[in-house]
């Protein structure tokens, strides 16, 4: 007895057989696109220093508690004399609040002394201020700058904006 296949079961055995790279095909541009998707995807959070976001607040206030609250103060109030080199010729933390100078840098200048430390903007420059890369994710960072800047007076919030925007020009 041979195994033959009638005219009917050969044209949908040819059917199946044709599906199958059009399916891996699918499948593989379907995999493409959700790693393209994945590696390009924008975090709304780490998009910047948001002061009215009260989620990325709340996240920035806990993560300010945890992490900068013992150089800078719960209060934000920095270390004492801040503006006078210590005898290893560092300066003291400064404040973050309305009598530091925090809110006279824009928030990418605040951002990348926060992640990779003043050197990385002042070469060869030394502080206590470690660099946060390998402690705090991007976001967490954005999230402790909106923090500070939501403590900020509405004075303060535009006397920054104006400064900002004389920069720019």
């Known amino acids: 007895m041979t195994n033959r296949k009638s005219p009917e079961q050969g044209q949908a055995h040819q059917k199946r057989r ?4 059009l399916i891996l095909f699918g499948g593989l541009v379907a995999v493409g696109l959700g790693v393209a998707v ?19 607040v709340s996240l920035g206030t ?13 209060n ?7 503006r006078i080199r210590k005898p290893d010729g560092r300066l003291p933390a400064p404040p973050h609040d309305e009598t530091g100078h925090t ?12 992640k990779s430390g003043v050197a990385a903007l002042v ?17 967490e960072i954005w999230a402790v700058l909106s ?5 900020w007076s509405p004075e303060i919030k535009l006397r920054r904006d104006r400064r900002m925007q004389r920069a720019k020009q």
Do not use: R
Not at 76 to 82: F, T, V, Y
Not at 124 to 137: C, I, K, Q, T
């Open 103 to 114: 809110w006279h840098h824009p928030d990418k200048q605040l951002f990348k002394i926060t």
């Open 147 to 151: 923090y500070i800047k939501s403590t």
């Open 18 to 21: 044709g599906l199958v790279p």
């Open 76 to 82: 934000l109030g920095g270390q004492a004399n801040w």
């Open 38 to 56: 994945t590696l390009n995807w924008p975090v709304t959070s780490s998009a910047g220093a948001n002061s009215d976001d009260l989620v990325q």
């Open 123 to 139: 070469p060869g420059y030394e502080s206590d201020m470690p660099a946060f890369e390998s402690v705090l994710s991007d976001e």
């Open 62 to 74: 806990s993560v300010y508690t945890e992490n900068c609250t013992s150089c800078h103060g719960a």
